[in-house]
């Protein structure tokens, strides 16, 4: 196949990875805006490679004309959570919305592979817009643990190196490998509540420490500077005692403060 023709196959793969980074992106950040946990950890996509794809013909006796039929995965997404139990909501998730159908499910977590591998594929008909007009195609997302990624990663780099001649010791020491995986996914999941009550004060903390900045940022353009300069002392103290009721309670007295002045500037507005 010529090199032109080959771009024009990959053009509606890469424009779907790119719209799906950009979606499954954004559910995170609309799960952190409304102060939910979010299951997606961190999303990746990627076009498969033109030699990946001549390999898989290959090794699956595919005839070229039939490569958009029969290759799923050549627009790929991964999405990466903390817990295993973060991979069913993302399904649900997925299931949930209009733009994406899932026509095929592999489970390798609970059919692990026999090297080891774990993970959970769903394969979605997506519709990109070409200049063709609408095009429907295939897109594999693989939804893993962050300690399923980091052993996969590991195992595939070494696939490539030995291809079929894996020596033995080596995939002896990635099955033990495997296994410690499996035990640390289990281990993570049994502080899960622990670890997500952490994370989502962290992000509380965070939020109350912008908006307490902002405020007195608004303060330094309103009102007087050595007054300012004291509240912002007075904040530096309090955050460094580490109370989170503490800087709430700060939080509060600072946006008492700035109703006053808001309402003083509307009264000089109004008399003027
Ligand atoms: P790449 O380089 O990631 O694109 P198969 O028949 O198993 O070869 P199929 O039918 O497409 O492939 O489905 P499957 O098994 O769900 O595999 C799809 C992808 O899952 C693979 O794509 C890998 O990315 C990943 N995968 C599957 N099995 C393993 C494994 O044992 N180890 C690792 N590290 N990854 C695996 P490609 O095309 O093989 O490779």
Redesign the pocket.
């Known amino acids: 196949m010529e090199i032109q023709l080959w771009r024009q196959i990959l053009c509606p793969y890469e424009l779907a990875v790119k719209e799906l980074t950009v979606k499954f992106n954004h559910l995170i950040k609309e799960h952190h805006e409304k102060d939910l946990y979010s299951p997606i950890t961190q999303v990746m996509g990627?076009v498969?490679?033109v030699t990946?794809i001549l390999?898989?013909l290959q090794?699956?006796n595919i005839p070229l004309d039939k490569l958009e039929e029969e290759?799923?995965?050549i627009a790929?997404i991964r999405i990466i959570c903390q817990f295993v139990e973060d991979i069913a909501k993302v399904e649900e998730l997925i299931r949930g919305r209009s733009d994406m159908e899932i026509v095929s499910v592999?489970d390798?977590i609970h059919h692990i592979?026999?090297?080891?591998?774990r993970?959970y594929?769903l394969i979605i008909a997506y519709t990109v817009e070409t200049l063709q007009g609408p095009k429907k195609i295939h897109a594999?997302i693989?939804i893993r643990t962050m300690a399923m990624d980091f052993?996969?990663?590991?195992?595939?780099s070494l696939?490539?190196k030995y291809k079929a001649n894996m020596p033995e010791h080596i995939r002896k020491r990635l099955s033990n490998a495997a296994d410690a995986i499996v035990a640390l996914d289990h281990e993570m999941s049994s502080v899960r509540s622990d670890i997500m009550d952490a994370q989502n004060s962290s992000m509380t903390n965070l939020k109350l420490v912008e908006d307490i900045l902002n405020n007195i940022e608004n303060l330094y353009r309103v009102s007087n500077k050595r007054e300012v300069s004291k509240i912002q002392d007075e904040f530096y103290r309090i955050y460094q005692m580490n109370d989170m009721e503490q800087l709430k309670h700060f939080h509060r007295q600072l946006d008492i403060i700035s109703e006053g002045y808001r309402a003083q500037a509307v009264t000089t507005d109004f008399e003027e």
């Open positions: 990627r498969k490679s990946s390999d898989k090794r699956k290759i799923d995965d790929g592999k390798y592979k026999p090297s080891g591998y993970s594929h594999e693989q052993w996969s990663t590991i195992e595939h696939q490539y």
